[in-house]
């Protein structure tokens, strides 16, 4: 199955290089044994890039990310670069490249491996077994609208503000997304909103419940205020199936999710765009957790989130449904074995380091 597919491979700060060098072992693993190999090329964007260009992310590398079939993304940000003018944070590269490829789907996967049950700070018993999907909205809302801004008012005092604002399109078009993946899940989506104190979630309701009646009656559809999910998310998280949120509401939503598997460091995820006239879709794919400076170059990241989102570009961007089945069966059976990063170790397990953590999936992959 050879390929001439892109990657364009975004490492950016923190542990979000040495992550990535693991998932590029396992591609190896691929191109060497399968004959999949992509045409992979590497570009800054985040601190790094700020350090080299003077921006979080180039012109020159934004185009490289417009013509890949895929974009691979470490983390971003940092303490050295968190006094820089907001416009120029390393974070500003990461929200272009998802507003500039209108990577408006991300599905964020909180998935229990059996062998971590017990790294939850939730009972075994609440969240063995859990398998739930948050869709975030990832274009929209208080990320992108405007007004926008800080400004000064005659008496002196200062104001901040931002704007919270969907449109029926936008709403639709994350809903069908979400409707579509249910129906190859569990059938349930759980539309989050807070529509009791803001006009937006009462259209995003209101757009949700319409496409629902017309095309989705076959779906279960609920509807949670944001703030009743999150402690039902804590509470009985196994009632879940999809949940479809908007871009601030998925951001907390699914750091909280996260933590029901153990660790920030399993959660991978995917942003996608619409499917163009040929169904080839826009995708960017990057573990939820950020760039962990506290224990960035010292070898003990948790490279599982980063090598399961590449797991979910073999599926989404490429439909090679046997590879991802391959590369999320190895991630098991290490974790089966018994080995853990720091952030996933509990007593009896052996506590291994990045490199080694890799080096035992690449080894699992082969069956
Ligand atoms: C995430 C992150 C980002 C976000 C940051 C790094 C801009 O928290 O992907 O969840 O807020 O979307
Ligand atoms: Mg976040």
């Not at 013509?67 to 470490?74: E, H, I, R, S, T």
């Amino acid at each position: 199955m050879p390929t001439n597919k892109k990657l364009l491979i975004l490492a950016g700060d923190g542990i979000g290089p040495e992550v990535m060098a693991q998932v590029k072992r396992v591609l190896e693993w691929f191109a060497k044994n399968q004959a999949l190999s992509f045409d992979t090329e590497d570009e800054l964007v985040g601190g790094c890039s700020i350090d080299k260009h003077g921006v979080p992310l180039t012109d020159a590398a934004m185009a490289k990310a417009m013509k890949a079939d895929a974009v691979l993304l470490g983390a971003v940000g940092g303490p050295k670069w968190d006094n820089l003018p907001f416009a120029q944070k390393p974070e500003r590269g990461l929200l272009r490249l998802r507003k500039d490829m209108e990577l408006f789907a991300n599905l964020r996967p909180a998935l229990v491996f059996d062998a971590l049950a017990d790294a939850s700070s939730l009972k075994r018993e609440l969240v063995a077994g859990l398998d739930i999907m948050i869709l975030r909205e990832l274009t929209g809302g208080v990320y992108f609208g405007s007004p926008r801004g800080i400004e000064t008012l005659p008496n002196g005092e200062r104001r901040g503000i931002n704007t919270q604002v969907y449109t029926t399109s936008e709403i639709v078009r994350v809903a069908r997304v979400a409707f579509e993946l249910a129906r190859k899940r569990g059938n349930k989506v759980c539309s989050v909103e807070k529509a009791n104190v803001m006009e937006s979630g009462v259209l995003w309701r209101e757009e949700v419940t319409s496409l629902h009646k017309a095309e989705y009656g076959d779906v279960e559809l609920s509807h949670m205020y944001a703030d009743n999910c999150a402690m039902q998310l804590v509470r009985q998280p196994k009632q879940f199936d999809v949940i479809v949120t908007d871009n601030l509401f998925g951001d907390l939503l699914s750091d909280c999710a996260a933590m029901l598997t153990g660790s920030l460091g399993m959660l991978p995820s995917a942003s996608l765009g619409a499917p163009d006239a040929t169904g080839r879709r826009k995708a960017l794919y990057e573990p939820v957790h950020g760039t962990a400076p506290d224990i960035a170059g010292k070898d003990l990241a948790n490279p599982l989130a980063a090598i399961l989102s590449m797991a979910m570009m073999l599926r989404y961007s490429f439909g090679l449904a046997e590879q991802t089945d391959r590369v999320e069966a190895a991630v098991r059976r290490v974790l089966a074995e018994g080995l853990r990063t720091g952030d996933i170790f509990q007593s009896g397990c052996r506590r291994v380091g990045t490199r080694e953590m890799g080096e035992a999936v690449v080894a699992a992959v082969r069956g």
